[in-house]
Nanobody
Framework: QVQLVESGGGLVQAGGSLRLSCAVS????????MGWFRQAPGKEREFVAA????????LYADSVKGRFAISRDNARNTVYLQMNSLKPEDTAVYFC?????????????????WGQGTQVTVSS
């Protein structure tokens, strides 16, 4: 079993920055790749970014490319999402997810483990 705990969410003004963290514990060998998703009120959950634990390869949604950066610290078993130039439309609950198979994916069903989410609110 893999446990994921997100932190770092909060309220920020448009144009500001936040860094989300996702601490991974348990059977970390079962998490070959990690992803961040988000769900805004009244909308479906959507892919944000993904990273491979081994090679560090990344994948981004077009809506965040150039503003967000995903990274990992293998020694700390932690994945980060640095969010810059935040916009009100980035407001959502952000979820961390772990995928047991190698290779990044934009698809929710590819991820087996999920965190509880952390709220990010961007005011205009």
């Amino acid at each position: 079993q893999v446990q994921l705990v997100e932190s770092g969410g909060g309220l920020v003004q448009a144009g500001g920055s936040l860094r989300l963290s996702c601490a991974v514990s348990g059977r970390t060998i079962s998490s070959a790749a990690m992803g961040w998703f988000r769900q805004a009120p009244g909308k479906e959950r959507e892919f944000v970014a993904a990273i491979s634990w081994s090679f560090g390869g990344t994948l981004y949604a077009d809506s965040v490319k150039g503003r967000f950066a995903i990274s990992r610290d293998n020694a700390r078993n932690t994945v980060y999402l640095q969010m810059n130039s935040l916009k009100p439309e980035d407001t959502a609950v952000y979820f961390c997810a772990a995928r047991p198979s190698a290779g990044n994916s934009r698809t929710e069903v590819a991820y087996s483990y999920w965190g509880q989410g952390t709220q990010v609110t961007v005011s205009s």
